[in-house]
């Protein structure tokens, strides 16, 4: 304990092994991989045909949307996989807070769509979007949140001193 800041062992891997085992868990990896097989059936299939109609630049636009939804759910998917090698026990918690496994390409992730596309990308980017920024909320919560220390009430902290002080 120092001037009232309380290091949480710099960060508690329990988290992450909690989250891993979570019935959230399984909700979010079964969405994500159903969002990445609907995703490329989409661009294989119908995706591909709607892209021959629409003019230059909304095939363009069309091309640069399809790339930012596909690294944003392999974004996902990649984070989600490492939470599962942890559930297994395949990593350890303290492996998966390791930079390269982290959620990352945000910059590329984030963007504004175009109002001329299709109908079924347009759905497919926001779905992907709102999964996105889920699991970038529960990876900021794991990794870097708990690893913040946290602020005692000073009163505590100084009742704490006393304690150690005075042996009580």
Known sequence: MTDGIVAMGAWRADVVSDFARSELFDRTFQEGMDLVEETASYLDGAGRQE????????????????????????????????????????????GAREERYRLGAEDICRGATVEDLPEGLLELLDRSERLYERVRHLDRRMYIDAAEPTRLNPVLSQFGRLQAAFGG
């Not at 109609?53 to 490492?82: D, F, I, K, P």
């Open 51 to 94: 892209s021959k109609m629409l003019s230059r630049n909304a095939a363009l636009a069309y091309a640069g949307e399809s790339m930012r939804l596909t690294t944003r759910l392999m974004q996902v998917a990649s984070w989600l996989l490492v939470q599962r090698a942890v559930r297994e026990g395949d990593m350890a918690p303290e």
